[in-house]
């Protein structure tokens, strides 16, 4: 056998060095942070920030089923008036509207239910009726406003408390470095951001459901006067 062969085969590669490779690993773990751990690294004034937050999510899901079930206009509800009024069914067509849950059908049904009065007093009972069903779509938006108002203050609180929290530090320790004042960092942004976005949330869903009340009110608008309409033609 070649002897430089045999010294070759001798050659066995030597094991890896893990002392290196253990650190780097246990960095890359520490590295990741879950959801929960960098909410909680924001401090107590987390908690009055999720609760507010969880407080507009609630009034948004609930003020969204409800306008959508009480604001829902339905385009045929005025043809099928008009038609049982052509037949002299007035009773049907008061009944009809009865039978339907929704703000639309409640306005039309007290304008009928005023059949025999003056436009003026009729026009005065729709409104009413109208300001009513508003007002109940209306109820409790203004929570949403406030949270919109609040949240980003609360925030404003917490970058105040993280700051206080970083010269504390400094004050303690004269040797001064990220490590000391990571949690005081941490907090600041944490509570601006959550503030933020937690305002930013509540107030987005005050407009979009203010916006969709003012298209029920347009669209009462247009029902009154085709209401009134039909009961001011002769024979009624």
Do not use: W
């Amino acid at each position: 056998m070649n002897p430089l062969y045999a010294i070759l085969l001798q050659i066995t590669p030597a094991p890896a060095d893990t002392s290196a490779a253990a650190p780097a690993a246990a960095a890359a773990k520490q590295s990741s942070i879950s959801f929960f751990e960098l909410v909680m690294k924001g401090g107590p004034v987390m908690i009055p920030l999720g609760l507010i937050f969880f407080i507009a999510l609630f009034y948004i899901i609930e003020r969204s089923l409800y306008i959508s079930q009480r604001g829902k206009i339905d385009r045929n509800l005025i043809n099928i008036v008009r038609d049982n009024l052509a037949n002299g069914n007035i009773k049907g067509a008061q009944q009809y509207c009865e039978r339907i849950p929704t703000g639309q059908a409640q306005v039309v049904c007290t304008g009928l239910n005023f059949l025999g009065a003056s436009l003026s007093d009729i026009d005065v009972a729709m409104n009413d009726k109208a300001q009513v069903e508003v007002s109940r779509m209306e109820n409790r938006l203004n929570y949403l406003s406030l949270i919109g108002r609040i949240a980003p203050m609360l925030g404003f609180v917490g970058t105040i408390v993280g700051i206080i929290n970083i010269f504390y530090k400094i004050s303690l320790d004269s040797n001064i470095n990220i490590s000391s004042i990571s949690d005081g960092l941490y907090q600041k942004m944490i509570t601006s951001g959550a503030g933020l976005i937690v305002g930013l949330i509540a107030f987005v869903g005050y407009q979009l459901l203010e916006a969709r009340v003012e298209r029920f009110v347009e669209h009462i608008e247009d029902n009154k006067l085709q209401v009134k309409e039909l009961l001011n033609q002769p024979g009624l």
